[in-house]
């Protein structure tokens, strides 16, 4: 009969420790995969957004010329119905019987002249702005192909490192996620947010040196007996992450070669027969 699964839960300290440190490492690799990656893929990101970018721009760029020339078109028709009305005051003009009626037709064809003026004045506005709105827009298109052809150059160079680092990524993912299937969920849902808040991704390191592997903090010899003990879960009071003896994680530190006392010299000393025989000669 198959033996059941052991519940992650009912694990030991020591062997939840080695199963967090396992996936560590599986976790650095991808770190290390992405990291051969670069910034193309934010340079990528950002160049895509860019052409979504420009393409909005232009695209209201022209919505604002066709308002422009439909509104032009509309001061010209009101300028044509401007000009009719005056040519018929002015025909008014020479049927006048009085100063008053000549004074109103007078007024009336002067505010038609100054609303002409206005709404030439606008279509001169307008003419201007759909002018520059013109350059507007083939500036963004050349920008806009520039734009797409750097992203073509990026995009493949990208598709080409991915292609080399997809195999190995999908594997040690696969690890990854076998290992975290030996985890307490609580436990890894921890580990998780210390490696999310770690700025290299480390969320379990081991001592080193008498001190944390992570922040490099000095660890106090008690703290350190502890983590030996392999009783509890630990974690580093100035980083928060979580610590493990180097022998469990099975690196091996080189200890410093102890350097041999120096032997002492004597100095040779001259015996007293040896003295006399001189004095003696």
């Given amino acids: 009969m198959a033996s059941k699964k052991e519940n992650p839960a009912d694990m030991s300290v020591e062997q939840k420790l080695k199963n967090l440190y396992q996936l560590q490492l599986r976790l650095s690799d991808i770190d290390k995969i992405r990291t051969l990656r670069g910034e193309l893929p934010l340079e ?14 232009i695209g209201k760029y022209d919505e604002e010329i066709k308002h422009l020339t439909e509104n032009i078109r509309l001061l010209r028709d009101a300028i044509a119905s401007d000009n009719d009305n005056i040519a018929r005051y ?48 083939e500036t963004g298109r050349q920008t806009l192909e520039q734009r797409r052809l750097d992203l073509e150059v990026k995009k493949s160079e990208l598709d080409e490192i991915v292609c080399e680092t997809k195999a190995e990524e999908e594997k040690q ?34 001592v080193e040196r008498d001190a944390c592997g992570g922040c490099f903090n000095k660890i106090p ?26 022998e469990l994680a099975g690196v091996k530190i080189e200890k410093p070669a102890e350097e041999k006392p120096k032997r002492r010299v004597r100095k040779a000393t001259k015996t007293k027969e040896t003295k006399d025989a001189t004095t003696t000669a």
Wanted: glycine share 4%.
């Fill in 90 to 137: 002015k025909e008014q003009l020479n049927e006048v019987r009085n100063n008053r009626e000549y004074d109103n037709l007078s007024k009336e064809i002067e505010f038609f002249e100054l609303d002409i003026q206005a709404k030439e004045k606008k279509i001169r506005e307008a003419d201007a702005i759909i002018a520059q709105r013109h350059a507007d827009i």
């Fill in 221 to 246: 010899p008690q703290r350190q007996l502890d983590i030996r003990m392999r009783r509890k879960i630990i974690i580093c009071e100035y980083c928060g992450r979580i610590m493990i003896d180097p």
């Fill in 44 to 57: 990528v990101q950002d160049l895509e957004d860019d052409i979504e970018g420009l393409s909005t721009r």
């Fill in 173 to 206: 993912r696969e690890k990854a996620k076998s290992i975290e299937a030996t985890i307490d969920p609580r436990l890894l849902a921890s580990f998780k947010r210390i490696r999310k808040n770690s700025r290299n991704g480390l969320g379990i390191v081991h």
